[in-house]
């Protein structure tokens, strides 16, 4: 029975040693005699000990044998850990500041001021059985370089580094992750890539600023987000459609196609205006400055701004981009504004047209671009707000010198006091527009002057020379936006009416002295003077007097009271009189005296020694009962010539035919016998002729040296204003 229980100890001592061999053949190998031998000794005596030496013997053999029969049929490891440690090192480079200290085990290498351009990495501890590191970048204008090896660089000397892939290989990959991510220009840290994946941007231009790199065990705690590690750039779209007058809503448009019309004169009411296809998140935000109105709140994403069916025109806008679409690109547009045409380009929130002038947006392009990139056109002058303009002006008046300046329509010089403007100076402040305001001034003895502007001088100082007509006008976009009305006061006329733009005001060719002005400026289509006669020249006038026959009504010494009712009737006084009627109402001289009154009887030719006419002076008298009547005698041919020119029909004193006078003593003084009365009704300066209408004879023309003779016997004149 012994014999047969050490056999069998044999037999589980065997079963166990081969159980564990299986489980671990190193140990096995390493010390095979120990483990069985004690085994044995816990069962057996000492002469059994001796065999189970034997039998041991024999056994371990087998048994070595064994093991190394399984240690060469056993795989080789998937995955077998080093037991020394590893560093990961890495290295950055530019132009300016070369390669920088190792950075290891997720520190920062960055650039605060500068680029990344180049990059090493390298893992000390490792071998090449163990396995490497890999990695390339991309490289602007260049695109993605090949993997690099260990401590091998990638990138280029002088070219922005854009985006970089990290790789592990062999044992290494099996057991560890490599974890990185980029500091990008404009979007700060992105999140975490690993083994392999794209960190950075591509497409956008923008530069690395930091890298992070770390080495993680598998199964280990991940350094960071790993959501957004790369960006890849894509061209977003902007989409916008606008409502316009009599016509609705149009189609939608794309990407800086224009959206309006132009030509037309038809107001924008409406817009709508979205974004999709952005490589970000983020959207787009606008408003509008409506008439009557004022700046609506802000609207998103294809919500209407603006107004429908109220007839309103759109007079500015605002776009603006929100969220991360406005940190990596501009929004641009620019609008077609009534009487601006195209304004420059604004961006990202600025107010696009005009406001305060009443006018209306016609049509808008918008553009989305990347950020850096150019604007598309010129960025000066997208928004016009309106001011008022201040004109100041001021006169160098006779005996005076400089008065102080006026604006916007008062009077400057004098009235009254019969004293000549000499000099003017004009400008224009507080302009919402570009432009400047020029003047200029007719002088006597020396015409017209240059156009002088800004508040410089226009005619004399210190040469006793009056100013007699002067013009005004704006220029540049001032003349676009606003008229200048002025008018003066002038010698013998008074307050002339308005004139704007480069229309005259004053007089030429008459001798007349310009006394004060007035000017102002007015917003084009708004509230306005009047404008009425402002210039008068010495060149020529013909006035629609009436021929009344002073024969027909049977009054052969009644020229005086046809001459005048001609001149009444020409300015539509003494409508319903007839020649008769008027003379039944003419004053009659109680003593014959033609200084107080008609001496004698009109209607017949008297032969007793009454000089049978009623002067200058009674004629006006009695004139005024009828409309503005006024005695002018002794008015020069100039000042008759005025007379015409301003309009006004003039009773002039002359010979019958223009004859050589006769003359005769009379109680009252000397008289000339042979004297006659007409109305003036014109004159050509050029012809260098009168227009009369004689009573006696009808209407002609005489030439002015054969009138001013005969008129200069007497210069009597009345004038009917």
Request: net charge neutral.
């Amino acid at each position: 029975m012994k014999k047969n229980l050490f056999f069998g100890l044999i037999g589980i001592t065997l079963f166990f040693t081969v159980g564990t061999i299986s489980a671990s053949s190193e140990e096995v190998v390493n010390e095979p005699q120990s483990t069985v031998e004690n085994e044995i000794t816990e069962t057996t005596t000492s002469e059994q000990a001796i065999q189970s030496t034997q039998s041991t013997t024999e056994t371990t053999e087998a048994v070595t044998t064994s093991s190394e029969s399984i240690t060469e049929s056993k795989p080789e490891p998937t995955a077998e850990k080093t037991t020394a440690p590893m560093t990961l090192n890495y290295s950055i480079y530019n132009e300016q500041s070369g390669w920088q200290a190792n950075q290891s085990n997720g520190a920062v290498a960055e650039y605060p001021n500068g680029r990344i351009e180049a990059l090493k990495i390298n893992i000390e501890g490792s071998t090449a059985e163990l396995g490497t590191i890999q990695y390339r970048a991309h490289v602007a204008d260049v695109g993605w370089q090949n993997f690099a090896d260990v401590n091998s660089i990638s990138g280029i000397s002088g070219k922005r580094m854009e985006a970089v892939q990290i790789q592990l290989t062999e044992t290494l990959k099996a057991n560890y992750d490599i974890y990185y991510r980029l500091h990008v220009q404009n979007f700060g840290w992105l999140d975490w890539a690993a083994n392999g994946q794209t960190a950075g941007t591509t497409g956008f231009s923008y530069e690395i600023k930091g890298i992070q790199i770390q080495l993680v065990e598998k199964g280990q705690t991940v350094p960071g987000k790993t959501v957004r590690p790369f960006v890849q750039y894509k061209k977003p779209n902007i989409k916008y459609q606008s409502h316009i007058q009599d016509i609705g809503w149009q189609g939608i448009k794309t990407n800086g196609e224009l959206s309006g019309t132009t030509g037309q004169s038809k107001r924008m009411e409406a817009m709508k205006i979205t974004v999709d296809n952005t490589p970000v998140s983020g959207g787009i935000e606008y408003r509008s400055h409506v008439q009557d109105i004022g700046w609506q709140g802000y609207v998103t994403n294809n919500a209407m701004t603006g107004t429908m069916k109220q007839s309103k025109r759109m007079e500015a806008l605002s776009i603006r981009l929100t969220g991360e679409l406005a940190q990596h690109f501009d929004v641009y547009y620019h609008v077609h504004a009534k009487n601006f045409g195209w304004m420059d380009w604004a961006s990202n929130g600025q107010d696009a047209g005009t406001s305060g002038f009443s006018y209306q947006l016609e049509s808008i392009e918008i553009r989305l671009v990347k950020k850096g990139t150019a604007a598309p056109g010129a960025v000066k002058r997208y928004f016009v707000q309106y001011k008022q303009p201040t004109v100041t002006y001021q006169s160098h008046v006779q005996d005076k010198g400089w008065q102080a300046p006026s604006t916007n329509g008062q009077t400057n010089g004098s009235t009254g006091q019969s004293k000549r403007v000499e000099a003017i100076k004009v400008n224009v402040a507080n302009a919402p527009v570009s432009g400047s305001i020029e003047y200029r001034t007719h002088v006597q003895d020396k015409g017209w002057q240059h156009y002088v502007a800004n508040n410089q001088l226009s005619g004399t100082t210190g040469q006793s020379k009056r100013v007699e007509a002067y013009d005004i006008r704006l220029t540049g976009e001032l003349a676009k936006h606003f008229d200048v009305y002025y008018r003066g006061h002038i010698e013998k006329i008074g307050n002339s009416g308005w004139n704007k733009n480069s229309g005259i005001v004053g007089s030429s060719g008459f001798s007349l002295r310009l006394e004060a002005i007035e000017i102002q400026l007015v917003r084009k289509n708004q509230k306005a003077p009047t404008l009425s006669k402002s210039f008068w020249e010495n060149k020529s006038a013909e006035l629609n007097v009436p021929f009344i026959n002073q024969y027909a009504s049977n009054a052969p010494m009644g020229c005086e009271a046809a001459s005048l009712l001609q001149a009444l009737k020409t300015l539509g006084y003494a409508k319903n009189y007839t020649l008769t009627a008027f003379l039944n109402e003419m004053p009659i001289s109680y003593n014959n005296d033609p200084n107080n009154g008609f001496a004698g009887n009109p209607y017949i030719i008297m032969t007793n020694g009454v000089y049978q006419s009623i002067f200058a002076k009674p004629l006006a008298n009695w004139g005024t009962k009828y409309g503005n009547v006024q005695n002018i005698s002794g008015s020069s041919a100039s000042n008759l010539k005025l007379q015409l020119t301003l309009g006004r029909p003039v009773v002039v004193y002359v010979t019958y035919n223009f004859e050589s006078p006769t003359y005769g003593y009379y109680f009252w003084g000397k008289g000339v016998d042979n004297a006659h009365i007409m109305t003036l009704a014109g004159y050509n300066s050029t012809t260098k002729k009168y227009l009369v209408s004689d009573p006696a004879k009808g209407k002609y023309w005489v030439d002015y040296a054969v009138f001013e003779k005969a008129y200069n016997l007497t210069k009597g004149a009345v004038v009917v204003r």
